[in-house]
Protein backbone atom coordinates (compact mmCIF):
# COMPACT_ATOMS: atom_id res chain seq x y z
CA UNK A 1 0.00 0.00 0.00
CA UNK A 2 1.60 3.56 -0.94
CA UNK A 3 3.28 5.57 1.63
CA UNK A 4 1.52 7.45 4.67
CA UNK A 5 -2.13 5.70 3.81
CA UNK A 6 -2.00 2.91 7.09
CA UNK A 7 -4.82 1.47 8.71
CA UNK A 8 -4.83 -1.12 11.04
CA UNK A 9 -6.53 -4.78 10.69
CA UNK A 10 -7.93 -4.85 13.59
CA UNK A 11 -9.58 -1.30 13.78
CA UNK A 12 -10.89 -2.25 10.62
CA UNK A 13 -12.91 -5.34 11.93
CA UNK A 14 -14.20 -3.35 15.09
CA UNK A 15 -15.39 -0.73 12.81
CA UNK A 16 -16.74 -3.88 9.99
CA UNK A 17 -18.56 -5.06 13.49
CA UNK A 18 -20.15 -1.41 14.44
CA UNK A 19 -21.53 -1.20 11.11
CA UNK A 20 -23.37 -4.55 11.58
CA UNK A 21 -21.28 -6.06 8.86
CA UNK A 22 -20.17 -9.35 7.90
CA UNK A 23 -16.82 -9.30 5.28
CA UNK A 24 -19.04 -10.46 2.61
CA UNK A 25 -21.26 -7.51 3.09
CA UNK A 26 -18.49 -4.98 3.42
CA UNK A 27 -17.17 -6.47 0.28
CA UNK A 28 -20.90 -6.01 -1.57
CA UNK A 29 -21.38 -2.60 -0.22
CA UNK A 30 -17.56 -1.58 -1.38
CA UNK A 31 -18.21 -2.88 -5.08
CA UNK A 32 -21.19 -1.12 -5.34
CA UNK A 33 -19.64 2.16 -3.85
CA UNK A 34 -17.52 1.61 -6.69
CA UNK A 35 -17.70 -1.38 -9.53
CA UNK A 36 -13.77 -0.92 -10.47
CA UNK A 37 -12.63 -2.19 -7.38
CA UNK A 38 -13.79 -5.42 -7.09
CA UNK A 39 -13.34 -6.66 -3.89
CA UNK A 40 -14.00 -9.77 -2.41
CA UNK A 41 -14.10 -11.25 1.44
CA UNK A 42 -11.04 -12.72 1.04
CA UNK A 43 -9.40 -9.19 0.52
CA UNK A 44 -11.47 -7.82 3.40
CA UNK A 45 -9.89 -10.99 5.97
CA UNK A 46 -6.73 -10.21 4.42
CA UNK A 47 -6.48 -6.72 5.57
CA UNK A 48 -7.72 -7.32 8.72
CA UNK A 49 -5.43 -9.92 9.26
CA UNK A 50 -2.67 -7.51 8.22
CA UNK A 51 -1.33 -10.23 5.47
CA UNK A 52 -2.18 -7.34 3.33
CA UNK A 53 -2.95 -3.75 3.39
CA UNK A 54 -5.56 -2.03 1.03
CA UNK A 55 -4.39 0.69 -1.77
CA UNK A 56 -5.41 3.98 -1.47
CA UNK A 57 -8.35 3.32 -3.85
CA UNK A 58 -9.37 0.37 -2.15
CA UNK A 59 -9.37 1.70 1.27
CA UNK A 60 -10.97 5.16 0.35
CA UNK A 61 -13.91 2.30 -1.07
CA UNK A 62 -13.92 0.80 2.22
CA UNK A 63 -14.31 3.90 4.32
CA UNK A 64 -17.43 5.34 2.52
CA UNK A 65 -18.56 1.61 2.60
CA UNK A 66 -18.02 1.73 6.24
CA UNK A 67 -19.93 5.17 6.74
CA UNK A 68 -22.66 4.34 5.21
CA UNK A 69 -23.06 0.72 7.65
CA UNK A 70 -22.44 3.16 10.58
CA UNK A 71 -25.21 6.11 9.13
CA UNK A 72 -27.62 3.08 8.84
CA UNK A 73 -26.87 2.30 12.68
CA UNK A 74 -26.81 5.92 13.66
CA UNK A 75 -23.24 5.44 14.31
CA UNK A 76 -21.54 9.15 13.47
CA UNK A 77 -17.85 8.81 11.26
CA UNK A 78 -15.66 10.86 13.34
CA UNK A 79 -12.13 9.58 14.37
CA UNK A 80 -12.08 10.94 17.86
CA UNK A 81 -15.60 9.82 18.63
CA UNK A 82 -15.11 6.42 16.99
CA UNK A 83 -12.18 6.05 19.19
CA UNK A 84 -14.38 6.03 22.25
CA UNK A 85 -16.35 2.80 20.40
CA UNK A 86 -13.14 0.88 19.34
CA UNK A 87 -10.65 -1.31 21.53
CA UNK A 88 -7.61 -0.32 19.35
CA UNK A 89 -6.31 2.78 20.27
CA UNK A 90 -5.97 4.80 17.29
CA UNK A 91 -7.29 4.65 13.70
CA UNK A 92 -4.40 5.14 12.08
CA UNK A 93 -2.44 2.10 13.11
CA UNK A 94 0.37 4.20 15.44
CA UNK A 95 0.31 2.39 18.97
CA UNK A 96 -1.17 4.63 22.38
CA UNK A 97 0.09 3.37 25.32
CA UNK A 98 -2.00 5.80 27.24
CA UNK A 99 -1.80 6.29 31.07
CA UNK A 100 -2.52 4.98 34.56
CA UNK A 101 -5.66 7.62 34.50
CA UNK A 102 -6.60 6.80 31.32
CA UNK A 103 -10.44 5.24 31.21
CA UNK A 104 -10.61 1.92 30.20
CA UNK A 105 -11.53 1.09 26.83
CA UNK A 106 -14.13 -0.75 27.08
CA UNK A 107 -16.02 1.99 29.24
CA UNK A 108 -14.90 4.29 26.46
CA UNK A 109 -16.39 2.68 23.58
CA UNK A 110 -19.46 1.42 25.49
CA UNK A 111 -19.75 5.48 26.54
CA UNK A 112 -19.61 6.01 22.31
CA UNK A 113 -21.60 3.37 21.85
CA UNK A 114 -24.35 5.29 23.89
CA UNK A 115 -23.16 8.80 22.25
CA UNK A 116 -24.62 7.58 19.39
CA UNK A 117 -27.80 6.61 20.75
CA UNK A 118 -28.35 10.07 22.28
CA UNK A 119 -28.77 12.21 19.28
CA UNK A 120 -32.04 9.74 18.71
CA UNK A 121 -33.36 11.84 21.88
CA UNK A 122 -31.95 14.99 21.53
CA UNK A 123 -34.37 17.50 21.83
CA UNK A 124 -36.72 15.36 23.78
CA UNK A 125 -34.72 14.33 27.48
CA UNK A 126 -33.35 17.26 29.37
CA UNK A 127 -30.02 18.57 28.55
CA UNK A 128 -28.67 17.45 31.55
CA UNK A 129 -29.70 13.80 31.72
CA UNK A 130 -27.83 13.40 28.10
CA UNK A 131 -25.00 14.88 29.60
CA UNK A 132 -24.90 12.40 31.84
CA UNK A 133 -25.37 9.42 29.84
CA UNK A 134 -22.28 10.23 27.58
CA UNK A 135 -20.37 11.12 30.50
CA UNK A 136 -17.70 7.91 29.97
CA UNK A 137 -16.89 8.66 33.48
CA UNK A 138 -19.66 9.03 35.35
CA UNK A 139 -20.97 5.87 36.92
CA UNK A 140 -23.59 7.21 39.59
CA UNK A 141 -27.07 6.85 38.92
CA UNK A 142 -29.95 8.90 40.16
CA UNK A 143 -33.63 9.79 38.73
CA UNK A 144 -31.82 12.28 36.25
CA UNK A 145 -29.67 9.89 34.38
CA UNK A 146 -32.72 7.34 34.55
CA UNK A 147 -34.82 9.99 33.18
CA UNK A 148 -32.38 10.18 30.16
CA UNK A 149 -32.44 6.57 29.35
CA UNK A 150 -36.43 6.66 29.43
CA UNK A 151 -36.59 8.83 26.94
CA UNK A 152 -34.00 7.10 25.17
CA UNK A 153 -36.13 3.89 25.08
CA UNK A 154 -39.31 6.02 24.51
CA UNK A 155 -37.69 6.86 20.99
CA UNK A 156 -36.16 2.85 20.40
CA UNK A 157 -39.80 2.08 21.01
CA UNK A 158 -41.67 4.27 18.76
CA UNK A 159 -39.33 2.90 15.86
CA UNK A 160 -40.23 -0.76 16.09
CA UNK A 161 -42.87 -1.12 13.59
CA UNK A 162 -41.21 1.70 11.29
CA UNK A 163 -37.58 0.99 11.64
CA UNK A 164 -35.83 -2.00 9.92
CA UNK A 165 -34.94 -4.71 11.94
CA UNK A 166 -31.07 -4.91 10.92
CA UNK A 167 -30.95 -1.18 11.90
CA UNK A 168 -33.07 -1.21 14.89
CA UNK A 169 -31.64 -4.60 16.68
CA UNK A 170 -28.01 -2.96 16.74
CA UNK A 171 -29.36 0.39 18.77
CA UNK A 172 -31.41 -2.06 21.17
CA UNK A 173 -29.34 -3.81 21.80
CA UNK A 174 -26.89 -1.52 22.72
CA UNK A 175 -29.04 0.32 24.99
CA UNK A 176 -29.99 -2.98 26.76
CA UNK A 177 -26.41 -3.57 27.15
CA UNK A 178 -26.03 -0.32 29.09
CA UNK A 179 -29.16 -0.76 31.20
CA UNK A 180 -28.40 -4.07 31.74
CA UNK A 181 -24.83 -2.51 34.12
CA UNK A 182 -26.57 0.57 35.30
CA UNK A 183 -28.51 -1.93 37.20
CA UNK A 184 -25.14 -3.17 39.13
CA UNK A 185 -25.12 0.39 40.49
CA UNK A 186 -26.00 1.38 44.18
CA UNK A 187 -29.82 3.43 43.95
CA UNK A 188 -32.92 3.96 45.55
CA UNK A 189 -35.20 1.18 45.54
CA UNK A 190 -37.87 4.04 43.46
CA UNK A 191 -35.09 4.52 40.92
CA UNK A 192 -34.50 0.77 40.75
CA UNK A 193 -37.94 -0.18 39.63
CA UNK A 194 -37.76 2.72 37.07
CA UNK A 195 -34.84 1.32 36.12
CA UNK A 196 -35.75 -2.38 35.99
CA UNK A 197 -38.16 -1.46 33.86
CA UNK A 198 -36.96 0.15 31.19
CA UNK A 199 -34.18 -2.74 31.33
CA UNK A 200 -36.11 -5.43 31.21
CA UNK A 201 -38.55 -3.69 27.98
CA UNK A 202 -35.01 -3.15 26.24
CA UNK A 203 -34.45 -6.94 26.08
CA UNK A 204 -37.83 -7.84 25.12
CA UNK A 205 -37.57 -5.43 22.45
CA UNK A 206 -34.31 -6.69 21.16
CA UNK A 207 -35.44 -9.89 21.78
CA UNK A 208 -38.72 -9.22 19.20
CA UNK A 209 -36.15 -7.59 16.97
CA UNK A 210 -33.94 -10.69 16.51
CA UNK A 211 -36.67 -13.13 16.28
CA UNK A 212 -38.19 -10.91 13.34
CA UNK A 213 -34.63 -11.01 11.54
CA UNK A 214 -34.95 -14.71 12.11
CA UNK A 215 -32.27 -15.17 14.80
CA UNK A 216 -33.94 -17.98 17.14
CA UNK A 217 -30.65 -18.12 19.63
CA UNK A 218 -30.22 -14.32 19.81
CA UNK A 219 -34.17 -13.67 20.23
CA UNK A 220 -33.49 -16.83 23.27
CA UNK A 221 -30.87 -14.55 24.93
CA UNK A 222 -32.67 -11.72 25.11
CA UNK A 223 -35.89 -13.21 26.10
CA UNK A 224 -34.06 -15.13 28.86
CA UNK A 225 -32.40 -12.05 30.07
CA UNK A 226 -35.26 -10.26 30.43
CA UNK A 227 -37.34 -12.83 32.26
CA UNK A 228 -34.65 -13.13 34.82
CA UNK A 229 -34.70 -9.30 35.27
CA UNK A 230 -38.47 -9.86 35.48
CA UNK A 231 -38.11 -13.09 37.82
CA UNK A 232 -35.93 -11.09 40.20
CA UNK A 233 -38.27 -7.74 40.31
CA UNK A 234 -41.13 -9.81 41.48
CA UNK A 235 -43.51 -7.32 39.58
CA UNK A 236 -46.51 -9.30 38.67
CA UNK A 237 -46.74 -6.61 35.45
CA UNK A 238 -43.00 -6.90 34.13
CA UNK A 239 -43.71 -10.58 34.64
CA UNK A 240 -47.09 -11.00 32.86
CA UNK A 241 -45.77 -8.75 29.88
CA UNK A 242 -42.49 -10.09 29.42
CA UNK A 243 -44.00 -13.79 29.44
CA UNK A 244 -46.60 -12.27 26.95
CA UNK A 245 -44.09 -11.33 24.32
CA UNK A 246 -41.62 -14.35 24.61
CA UNK A 247 -44.09 -16.75 23.81
CA UNK A 248 -43.24 -15.95 20.21
CA UNK A 249 -40.10 -18.02 20.53
CA UNK A 250 -43.06 -21.13 20.60
CA UNK A 251 -46.10 -19.66 18.40
CA UNK A 252 -46.68 -21.87 15.38
CA UNK A 253 -48.68 -18.76 14.40
CA UNK A 254 -45.17 -16.56 13.89
CA UNK A 255 -44.33 -19.34 10.44
CA UNK A 256 -47.77 -19.21 9.33
CA UNK A 257 -48.34 -22.55 10.66
CA UNK A 258 -44.93 -24.37 9.51
CA UNK A 259 -43.21 -25.55 12.81
CA UNK A 260 -43.19 -23.78 16.26
CA UNK A 261 -45.13 -25.84 19.82
CA UNK A 262 -48.44 -25.08 20.14
CA UNK A 263 -48.41 -26.70 23.67
CA UNK A 264 -45.37 -24.94 24.85
CA UNK A 265 -47.16 -22.04 23.81
CA UNK A 266 -50.00 -21.95 25.70
CA UNK A 267 -48.17 -23.38 28.67
CA UNK A 268 -46.07 -19.52 28.61
CA UNK A 269 -49.36 -17.98 28.20
CA UNK A 270 -51.19 -19.95 30.72
CA UNK A 271 -48.30 -18.41 32.96
CA UNK A 272 -48.26 -15.02 31.87
CA UNK A 273 -52.54 -14.97 32.70
CA UNK A 274 -51.15 -16.18 36.41
CA UNK A 275 -48.88 -12.70 36.34
CA UNK A 276 -52.00 -11.02 35.01
CA UNK A 277 -54.33 -11.69 37.38
CA UNK A 278 -51.99 -9.40 40.42
CA UNK A 279 -51.12 -7.29 37.19
CA UNK A 280 -53.27 -3.88 36.39
CA UNK A 281 -56.54 -5.35 34.10
CA UNK A 282 -55.10 -3.99 30.75
CA UNK A 283 -52.14 -6.28 30.80
CA UNK A 284 -54.46 -9.59 32.05
CA UNK A 285 -56.27 -8.47 29.34
CA UNK A 286 -53.79 -8.88 27.12
CA UNK A 287 -52.52 -11.69 28.28
CA UNK A 288 -55.34 -13.43 28.19
CA UNK A 289 -56.30 -12.07 24.32
CA UNK A 290 -52.97 -14.08 23.30
CA UNK A 291 -53.61 -16.84 25.37
CA UNK A 292 -57.21 -17.27 23.19
CA UNK A 293 -54.83 -16.97 20.21
CA UNK A 294 -52.46 -19.66 20.79
CA UNK A 295 -55.28 -22.00 21.76
CA UNK A 296 -56.66 -21.23 18.50
CA UNK A 297 -53.71 -21.75 17.14
CA UNK A 298 -53.66 -25.21 18.82
CA UNK A 299 -57.58 -25.82 17.66
CA UNK A 300 -59.07 -25.17 21.00
CA UNK A 301 -62.09 -22.96 19.57
CA UNK A 302 -63.65 -23.15 22.78
CA UNK A 303 -60.95 -22.06 24.97
CA UNK A 304 -60.28 -19.42 21.71
CA UNK A 305 -63.26 -17.77 22.73
CA UNK A 306 -63.57 -18.33 26.13
CA UNK A 307 -60.37 -16.39 26.41
CA UNK A 308 -61.24 -13.34 24.64
CA UNK A 309 -64.65 -13.12 26.48
CA UNK A 310 -62.61 -12.98 29.78
CA UNK A 311 -60.87 -10.06 28.56
CA UNK A 312 -63.46 -7.98 27.28
CA UNK A 313 -64.88 -8.67 30.46
CA UNK A 314 -62.41 -6.77 32.11
CA UNK A 315 -62.50 -2.98 32.35
CA UNK A 316 -61.04 -2.13 28.78
CA UNK A 317 -58.33 0.46 29.64
CA UNK A 318 -54.57 1.00 28.20
CA UNK A 319 -51.36 0.39 30.34
CA UNK A 320 -50.53 3.01 33.01
CA UNK A 321 -49.92 5.43 30.75
CA UNK A 322 -47.19 7.22 32.51
CA UNK A 323 -44.78 3.81 31.73
CA UNK A 324 -41.74 4.10 29.45
CA UNK A 325 -39.91 1.92 26.98
CA UNK A 326 -41.06 -0.87 24.87
CA UNK A 327 -43.43 -2.86 27.18
CA UNK A 328 -45.48 0.02 28.28
CA UNK A 329 -45.88 1.76 24.53
CA UNK A 330 -46.05 -2.54 22.64
CA UNK A 331 -48.82 -3.18 25.65
CA UNK A 332 -50.73 0.13 25.05
CA UNK A 333 -50.94 -0.14 21.47
CA UNK A 334 -54.68 -0.46 19.99
CA UNK A 335 -54.00 -2.68 16.73
CA UNK A 336 -53.02 -5.74 19.21
CA UNK A 337 -56.21 -5.62 20.96
CA UNK A 338 -58.37 -5.61 17.71
CA UNK A 339 -56.18 -7.81 15.40
CA UNK A 340 -55.79 -10.99 17.88
CA UNK A 341 -59.47 -11.77 17.07
CA UNK A 342 -58.84 -11.80 13.94
CA UNK A 343 -55.90 -13.80 13.53
CA UNK A 344 -57.79 -16.56 15.96
CA UNK A 345 -60.58 -16.56 13.78
CA UNK A 346 -58.28 -17.50 10.73
CA UNK A 347 -57.11 -20.58 12.39
CA UNK A 348 -60.68 -21.53 13.92
CA UNK A 349 -62.18 -21.68 10.37
CA UNK A 350 -64.20 -18.13 10.31
CA UNK A 351 -62.21 -16.56 7.40
CA UNK A 352 -65.84 -13.88 6.37
CA UNK A 353 -65.12 -12.63 10.07
CA UNK A 354 -61.10 -12.82 10.20
CA UNK A 355 -61.61 -10.19 6.73
CA UNK A 356 -64.09 -7.86 9.03
CA UNK A 357 -61.45 -7.95 11.86
CA UNK A 358 -58.44 -7.97 9.75
CA UNK A 359 -59.03 -5.26 6.67
CA UNK A 360 -59.22 -2.06 9.07
CA UNK A 361 -56.52 -2.74 10.92
CA UNK A 362 -53.65 -2.42 8.10
CA UNK A 363 -51.23 0.13 8.82
CA UNK A 364 -48.76 0.95 5.57
CA UNK A 365 -47.14 2.97 7.98
CA UNK A 366 -45.76 0.05 9.67
CA UNK A 367 -43.95 -2.37 7.07
CA UNK A 368 -44.30 -5.41 9.49
CA UNK A 369 -47.48 -5.20 11.22
CA UNK A 370 -48.96 -4.61 7.91
CA UNK A 371 -46.94 -8.16 6.41
CA UNK A 372 -48.86 -10.22 8.97
CA UNK A 373 -52.04 -8.69 8.63
CA UNK A 374 -51.68 -9.06 4.93
CA UNK A 375 -50.55 -12.74 5.50
CA UNK A 376 -53.53 -13.67 7.66
CA UNK A 377 -56.17 -12.45 4.84
CA UNK A 378 -53.94 -14.25 2.31
CA UNK A 379 -55.00 -17.53 4.58
CA UNK A 380 -58.73 -16.10 5.21
CA UNK A 381 -58.86 -15.99 1.08
CA UNK A 382 -57.77 -19.54 0.89
CA UNK A 383 -60.30 -20.55 3.51
CA UNK A 384 -62.87 -19.00 0.79
CA UNK A 385 -61.39 -20.71 -1.70
CA UNK A 386 -60.28 -17.94 -3.77
CA UNK A 387 -56.94 -18.22 -5.34
CA UNK A 388 -56.06 -15.31 -7.03
CA UNK A 389 -56.69 -13.27 -3.89
CA UNK A 390 -54.78 -15.22 -1.74
CA UNK A 391 -51.84 -15.01 -4.04
CA UNK A 392 -52.40 -11.04 -4.57
CA UNK A 393 -52.38 -10.34 -0.74
CA UNK A 394 -49.33 -13.24 -0.33
CA UNK A 395 -47.57 -11.05 -3.03
CA UNK A 396 -48.44 -7.18 -1.49
CA UNK A 397 -47.30 -9.25 2.09
CA UNK A 398 -44.15 -10.43 0.62
CA UNK A 399 -43.43 -6.45 -0.64
CA UNK A 400 -44.22 -5.49 2.96
CA UNK A 401 -41.57 -8.02 4.59
CA UNK A 402 -38.56 -7.45 2.10
CA UNK A 403 -38.52 -3.96 2.30
CA UNK A 404 -38.47 -3.83 6.28
CA UNK A 405 -35.97 -7.10 6.88
CA UNK A 406 -38.40 -8.95 8.20
CA UNK A 407 -37.69 -12.48 7.61
CA UNK A 408 -40.14 -14.24 10.09
CA UNK A 409 -42.42 -12.26 8.13
CA UNK A 410 -41.60 -14.53 5.22
CA UNK A 411 -41.95 -17.86 6.85
CA UNK A 412 -45.53 -16.74 7.80
CA UNK A 413 -46.20 -16.23 4.06
CA UNK A 414 -44.18 -19.87 2.89
CA UNK A 415 -46.91 -20.99 5.87
CA UNK A 416 -49.98 -19.78 3.83
CA UNK A 417 -48.12 -20.71 0.74
CA UNK A 418 -48.46 -24.16 1.65
CA UNK A 419 -52.13 -24.59 2.80
CA UNK A 420 -52.80 -23.93 -0.62
CA UNK A 421 -54.54 -26.71 -2.29
CA UNK A 422 -52.14 -28.88 -4.81
CA UNK A 423 -54.89 -28.54 -7.24
CA UNK A 424 -53.68 -24.20 -7.43
CA UNK A 425 -50.86 -25.24 -8.02
CA UNK A 426 -51.19 -25.14 -12.40
CA UNK A 427 -52.65 -21.53 -11.80
CA UNK A 428 -50.94 -18.57 -13.35
CA UNK A 429 -51.22 -16.45 -9.97
CA UNK A 430 -49.76 -19.34 -8.10
CA UNK A 431 -46.64 -20.15 -10.24
CA UNK A 432 -46.37 -16.16 -10.72
CA UNK A 433 -46.26 -16.28 -6.07
CA UNK A 434 -43.49 -19.46 -6.38
CA UNK A 435 -41.62 -18.08 -9.04
CA UNK A 436 -41.05 -14.49 -6.47
CA UNK A 437 -41.08 -17.19 -3.91
CA UNK A 438 -37.80 -19.18 -5.58
CA UNK A 439 -35.83 -15.54 -6.08
Known amino acids: MPEGVQINGKVLAELRSLAGMEQLDLANASCIENPACRLTPQNISAYEREVKRPGAVNLDTIVKALKQGLAMRG ?15 TLDGQSSSGSTGEEDPANRRQAGRIIALVGLAAGLAPSDALERMTSPVDRSVDATLIAGHEDLADVLASRAHTTRLDVLLGQVAHHADVLL ?30 FGLGDRSGARRFFATAWSLADESNDAVLCAQTLGVAAVLHSPIESGGRGGDSRKAVSVMTQAVHYGRRADPATHAYALRWLGLELAAAGDERGFHRSFEAAERLPQSLVTSDGHGFLARYYAGPPEQ ?47 EDPEQAC ?33 KPLPCVRQLDERLRT
Open 75 to 89: LAWDPSYLRALIRTP
Open 338 to 384: VSNRGIGLVRVGRPNEAMDVLEPTLCPDAPRWTAMMLADLAAAWVLQ
Open 181 to 210: GLLDSSMTAGDRRRLEAIAIGAHVQAGLSA
Open 392 to 424: YELDRAMDFALDSGYAMGLQRILGVRSRLPESW
